[in-house]
């Protein structure tokens, strides 16, 4: 039981600082920074944890940011490497949601992305079933 | 080039062992046989003996430096460990005791023991037994969750290091009474049982292959199904781990050259070398292939004409037959998965600079670094 309240807890404090960072990112947006609201959206994404609402939040958050993303060359100029991984596996996500808006951007990125990070890339976003998006 | 030798032996090499002296190669064709070849004058190969005890498909072989005796391991859960006497090889049935698969074989150290992983969650330690002119297998059991894929024997002859398609590399102590003696200051920590579970490496969460030991022992290295390869320093009970993310496919064995140098394959078809710099930080350098085709783009390209040829009147024949060699048209040595690699000059203390590789192409191609500069610094 106990660790169920830490949990939920844990949970709550989770989406909160989601929320925080959806206010951020549509001011980073605003600014016309679509490259730096995607990083801020990928970073501290909560793989580790079980909750879907979180991952749900999460991907809600980094979805905002994917399709504000209007030059995907310029993209990785500025996206550093370690978020390659990361963004792999929301571009999965995006693509199992069968939308047909967000598919053409995330297929889009994907090509750009499997160019610059490889095979690799991909393979490490599809075998990890454990830290989940 | 440091590919020195090719040889295609089948349409499908599972593993491959050398002889002692390097003169003899014993490969399994993709069958329950296992194949014995004798290197003549000018690359000529030729077939000397054909080892036909396994009724399903060899998964492992391999061949003892000092003892010269060959063991295998099969699809059909059992193991032969095979005695030359005057020129026929003579084989002994060894019951492991297995209920799936079993699916890799080495010889210890001191060749007293050989280990097997399988598909039945176990590993089988195995030794002779003088008085009963018998091998016994004894399992290490319930301690992997899934099949074992790779084992590898640290040079104390105790230790042992498996990975496991649960996605963790273990170690063991294999200690058994009557074959190991307890040398007192060096070696492992004398109250190591058989079977008890050193350390457990975490760090995969994906099938994990491939596991091998620095010469020392000090390092271990093992490959993960993600395009992962992982470096384990100070095995023990507060490892140090490092991991290095491939930009391509994911590698299925890997051997350490020394302490600073490693070679990876797999999936790539290509040789990838990974070295340590000063402060011990491993990365990946090159492939060890003269050519590769750049980019992933460019591959997946190649890989379409393959099949675009296949199916329209055989093109690829054509070509081949005009003295092109195929492995041109493909950019590397090998046209397929490189699932083995073994040491050629394997004497304690010297460094390896030569070794080969068998894969699901049939090829065995024997790589030698003496004339790669950029290498021998580091070896």
Redo the contacts between chains.
Sequence with gaps: MASEHVEADNAEAIIARIEHKSRKIESLLKQNKPVEALKTALEGSPPKTKDERCKSANWIVVHRAIMAIKDVESLFFALDPEYY?ILMKYLYRGLSTGDRPTCDQCLRIHEKL??K?????I??SL?????TV | MAAVSVHKFADCVTCHAWSPDQSMIALCPNNDEVHIYRRSEEEKWERIHVLQKHDQIVSGIDWSSRSNKIVTVSHDRNSYVWNQETTEWVPTLVILRLNRAALCVQWSPKENKFAVGSGAKTVCVCYYEQENNWWVSKLIRKKHDSSVTSVAWHPNNIFLATTSTDGKCRVFSTFIKGVDTREAGSGPPSDSKFGEQIVQLDLSFCWAFGVKWSPSGNTLAYVGHNSMIYFVDDVGPSPLAQSVALRDLPLRDVLYLSERVLIGVGFDCNPMVFVADESGLWGFLRFLGERKAAASSAKSGSQFSEAFGKLYGQSRYGISNNSVQPSRLHGGIHENCINCIVPLNRKVGSKVTRFSTSGLDGRVVIWDLQNQEDLLDYL
């Design positions: 991984d499997t160019e990070a490889g095979l690799g890339c393979l490490r075998a990890d079933t454990v830290n």
